[in-house]
């Protein structure tokens, strides 16, 4: 099971922001936040990731909480082409474990961007 | 990053084929995954693909039905056989990368039994 939690849909209108919030209140320490989009009837886009700093990329900007149990992904200027489902997942950092590298996807978050 | 390609993009097959699905990257990858989307749903692991020896498995999922090969570092198949409607997805292969491994995902292949 995804260990994360986030709304099923959201509105954005073009131009503005979107914020994508995400639950993971049983995060461990050394699991990373990932976000990955996909857009209709295309393979998963990875966007960013982050352990414990926020991380700032050209496409997005992760704000993770100090005790680490939530983060939103910011969407700084939404674009219609933005309109995608975003996936919040959690995943090991250290090599050698099992679970090591793979990828839990839950339902994500339906975003959709309007003119 | 790492970019990834896949063949056929789609196929249209009869019931009790099978179809084998390629997945190439274009730098060498430290792990190699492939996924099942179905219909309206999200991405289910099937498998990881290590290179040079046999795949390791999700639950429910098994080499009979899904035989896989990692040949190197670079490329990897996947089987799907003895085909029936409900395996009617997307398959998507993904290759990890960079500093955290993390993963990059091929445009999947859309798969429908007849």
């Known amino acids: 099971d995804a260990k994360t939690t986030q709304p099923p849909s959201m509105d954005c209108a073009e131009g503005r922001a979107a914020n994508l919030p995400c639950n993971h209140s049983?995060?461990?320490?050394?699991?990373?936040v990932y976000w990955y989009r996909q857009i209709h009837s295309q393979g998963p886009q990875y966007i960013i990731h982050?352990?414990?700093n926020n991380e700032t990329n050209e496409m997005a900007s992760l704000i993770i909480t100090e005790d680490r149990k939530s983060s939103t992904l910011i969407l700084p200027h939404a674009t219609l082409r933005d309109t995608a489902v975003y996936y919040c997942?959690?995943?090991?950092?250290?090599?050698?474990?099992?679970?090591?590298?793979?990828?839990?996807f839950g339902q994500g978050t339906i975003l959709t961007v309007h003119p | 990053s790492a970019v990834i390609s896949q063949k056929p993009s789609r196929d249209i097959c009869q019931r009790g084929t099978s179809l084998t699905i390629q997945c190439q990257v274009d730098?060498?990858?430290?792990?190699m995954f492939w996924y099942r989307q179905q219909p309206g749903q999200s991405l289910t692991l099937i498998a990881t693909?290590?290179?040079?020896?046999?795949?390791?498995?999700e639950s429910g999922f098994v080499i009979d039905k899904f035989p896989i090969s990692r040949p190197n570092l670079t490329f990897s198949t996947l089987t799907v056989s003895n085909m029936s409607p409900e395996d009617s997805s997307i398959y998507l292969c993904?290759?990890?990368?960079?500093?955290?491994?993390?993963?990059?995902f091929g445009p999947g292949t859309r798969l429908t039994v007849l």
């Open positions: 049983t995060i461990s320490g050394n699991e990373y």
């Open positions: 997942i959690v995943r090991p950092s250290l090599a050698g474990g099992t679970s090591y590298g793979k990828l839990t």
């Open positions: 993904s290759g990890a990368a960079g500093p955290a491994d993390t993963q990059y």
């Open positions: 693909a290590n290179q040079g020896s046999e795949a390791t498995y």
């Open positions: 730098s060498q990858v430290t792990m």
């Open positions: 982050g352990l414990k």
